[in-house]
């Protein structure tokens, strides 16, 4: 009775090891693109391997050993994100390998993985080529929710147009080690869908699958050997999360954000470039997390509300890499993601030039000479450069043009550390004109050394921030009412309620409870108007009896007209490093009734009254934390956006500027009242409809300024230190970039 007792303590213990967490990362994700190599009929491989390690990032050593046919890509814009858990980075290397591959490879000392790949070689009858393995695009590393399910896309793409299935790997195959499928992990094969079905306990899960790809059959013909042509492998890691949100929150793509799966075509020395943009309602985005091909610019990440923008470019220069490269990304909050996206870039192979063809740099311009004789059934009439202004002349012989580094719509990237000109000349045909005359598309680059062009760098013809808004600062300052430097809003105030945040209207709801301010009014959660009339209300508080209101200001010194500020955030807490905060304003929404907006005719501030009495406090003093922009619209019809909503209109995000995000901070702020504040205060409030506003892009690089700020009194000789009168605004590192400004 005693063993069977003991076998069964031992059988429950071993189905927790296996159905819980695993404890050790091998990867939080990894794929391989394999390219076979001609020179001996695909027997080896150009296999590039792109990895996601957990922090702290690996070193790249050992990863090739001497006389390897081995590139490991150092990047001066490295891979890495913050969630989930302690991080991640990406490390990306190629090596020419067998095509049947097996290895255990390392990263680091604390990464270990194996790989196992079956590539060939094979020759495709219809074409006498070798067939090109399947490329499955790594997102960043996947989250979700305990009781929520959910769908995980994988972007698959193949060169020869097969189809392409994936399935878990097999341990008795030799795929993969210790790869135990969970039983909360659905996978449809042919869709390479991947369903989470959220009865998982929280942790983190790793899934091992293998990409295969199979030569396409009609659907009304069912054939039992058509085995697939390769299999390569994809790790992917999940990290399952506790959350009490719901479980429809996560944020969206929105606006001119690609479309999944989209492909994008790339001339040599071309740059590609296209915005993400994310719709976050219910809390802030932290990151737009990003994995893609090396040297790949990620530029203008800003926040502004629940609004979210990047900017990502990547310009082909002479490279080793396979031919298909895909960028995928998400975007993080502090507990949730996006559905993962993926993106492709298709690096057009090029012919060789015909002999006798000659490209001239020069100061100024390059001259091209080609010969006619190679442009067979090509229309040379409709040749034109990237401006239709300069001319391309012509022969019996030669082709010549001579095309400025200034004009002709020649552009300017940079590559690696050269600065390149670029033009092409191409056919442009009547777009009512329909031929099956062959077209021609020619790249054309210049090369500047990096000696005299200083590079990598990315950059957008637009003001910096500094030329757009001037050289602002941010501080914040607390006061009675009545009082502070916009003591005549204040005094006698227009106040406005704010528009509930999400998450609270569905807590108000469920606990039915209405709240009223302390102004007396009643407040709409939802419109974001105040209904009341003229109220007297006493402010008079007794020496050394709790603060019931104070005025948070939130000033800028922008000294343009048209510049408008926007509070994203603000929290509240008892200890200076926000340790355990709560918050006052999420995403421009109010978190309670005890906040309101005070109405005032400086654009590039804020005022918001907040009603102290039904706070609970344990100490004498507080600190407040806001995150702020500022905002210009271009369009005289235009205005800055109203970040507390639920649809945002995409002409507005076309349609305003704004600053970076910076956060300032407030010093102690004393809640207990050490001089007898005014004693009566006449609130006259009014109907102040909420107007709909513009968005734009946003800023993400965040700034601390830190100000020595208490609540005013009228005698501070008696106050303590916290309650002293101010007399200046200190601030403690303001540094203000050169950002990137979205000007449209």
């Not at 020419?96 to 079956?118: C, D, K, Q, R």
């Not at 740059?271 to 040297?295: I, T, W, Y």
């Not at 777009?431 to 210049?446: D, G, H, I, W």
């Not at 757009?468 to 501080?475: I, K, S």
Request: aromatic share 6%.
């Amino acid at each position: 009775m005693l063993n069977r007792f003991k076998l069964s303590i031992l059988l429950q213990g071993l189905t927790l090891f296996l159905l819980g967490p695993t404890c050790k990362a091998s990867s939080l994700g990894l794929t391989v693109h394999v390219v076979p190599l001609d020179s001996n009929e695909g027997r080896t491989v150009r296999a590039h391997f792109i990895a996601i390690a957990p922090s702290p990032c690996p070193a790249l050593s050992g990863l090739c050993a001497e006389g390897e046919d081995c590139l490991v890509h150092t990047t001066s814009l490295p891979f890495n994100g913050t969630e989930p858990g302690s991080g991640w980075c990406v490390r990306q290397w190629q090596k020419t390998v067998s095509s049947n591959y097996n290895a255990t490879i390392n990263l680091g000392p604390n990464t270990e993985f194996y790989v196992s790949m079956n590539a060939g070689p094979k020759v495709r009858a219809n074409s006498g080529r070798l067939n090109q393995p399947a490329f499955v695009g790594l997102p960043p590393p996947l989250r979700a929710r305990v009781n929520c399910p959910h769908h995980f896309h994988l972007s698959v793409k193949d060169l020869d147009g097969d189809r392409v299935r994936c399935r878990f790997a097999r341990s008795d195959q030799g795929e993969c080690l210790n790869c135990t499928q969970h039983s909360f992990i659905e996978l449809d094969e042919e869709k390479c869908m991947l369903t989470f079905t959220g009865k998982a306990p929280a942790g983190q899960y790793f899934i091992y699958l293998m990409a295969e790809d199979l030569i396409p059959v009609p659907k009304n013909i069912h054939t039992t050997d058509n085995n697939p042509l390769s299999s390569v492998p994809v790790h992917l890691s999940l990290t399952v999360e506790e959350s009490d949100s719901s479980c429809s929150e996560e944020p969206l793509a929105t606006g001119g954000t690609p479309k999944e799966d989209s492909t994008l075509f790339v001339l040599p020395y071309q740059q590609v470039k296209f915005d993400v943009n994310f719709m976050s309602q219910l809390e802030s985005v932290l990151e737009v997390a990003v994995v893609g091909p090396p040297e790949l610019f990620r530029v203008g990440f800003k926040t502004v509300g629940p609004l979210a923008l990047m900017t990502i470019a990547w310009v082909r220069s002479e490279n080793n890499l396979a031919r298909l490269l895909p960028i995928c990304f998400a975007v993080n909050t502090k507990s949730l993601q996006s559905e993962p996206r993926c993106v492709w870039l298709y690096q057009r192979e090029m012919r060789t030039l015909p002999a006798g063809t000659e490209l001239k740099c020069e100061k100024t311009e390059m001259t091209l000479v080609l010969p006619v004789n190679s442009l067979t059934n090509i229309n040379l009439a409709e040749l034109q450069l990237n401006s239709p202004t300069c001319p391309v002349t012509y022969n019996s012989t030669y082709l010549t043009a001579r095309i400025s580094l200034n004009g002709c719509g020649t552009k300017t990237v940079h590559s690696g550390s050269e600065l390149v000109y670029t033009n092409t000349l191409q056919s442009v045909r009547p777009y009512t004109m329909v031929s099956r005359q062959p077209s021609l598309v020619l790249p054309l680059a210049c090369r500047i050394p990096g000696v005299q062009a200083k590079g990598p760098q990315y950059k957008i013809g637009m003001p910096t921030e500094t030329e757009t808004f001037g050289n602002v600062r941010y501080w914040i300052e607390i006061h009675f009412p009545g009082e502070g430097p916009l003591a005549n809003f204040t005094r006698i105030p227009r106040l406005r309620s704010l528009q509930m945040s999400p998450v609270r209207v569905r807590r108000e709801a469920e606990s039915s409870t209405i709240d009223t301010t302390s102004t007396g009014s009643t407040n709409s959660t939802s419109t974001g108007s105040t209904n009341s009339t003229s109220t007297s209300t006493s402010t008079g508080n007794a020496i050394g009896s709790k603060v019931t209101k104070l005025d948070l200001h939130v000033l800028s010194n922008c000294s343009i007209d048209r510049a408008e500020m926007i509070v994203s955030n603000c929290m509240e807490s008892e200890t200076e490093d926000f340790a355990q905060s709560k918050p006052i304003l999420e995403q421009g929404c109010t978190t309670s009734n005890s906040t309101l907006e005070v109405i005032t005719s400086k654009k590039n501030s804020r005022v918001y009254r907040l009603d102290l009495s039904n706070v609970e406090t344990k100490g004498s003093t507080m600190y407040i934390q806001c995150t702020v922009n500022l905002c210009i619209a271009t369009l005289p019809s235009l205005k800055c956006p109203d970040v507390c909503t639920r649809s945002i209109d995409q002409r507005a995000v076309i349609g305003s500027v704004f600053t970076k995000t910076y956060t300032v901070t407030s010093g102690p702020v004393s809640l207990v009242v050490t001089t007898a504040a005014p004693t009566t205060t006449t609130v006259a409030t009014t109907t102040t409809p909420t107007t709909p506003t513009t968005t734009t892009t946003t800023t993400t690089t965040t700034t601390t300024a830190t100000a020595t700020i208490a609540v005013q009194t009228t005698t501070p000789s008696h106050a303590p230190e916290q309650a002293s009168a101010i007399a200046g605004v200190i601030l403690t590192t303001i540094c203000i970039f050169l950002q990137n400004i979205f000007l449209y």
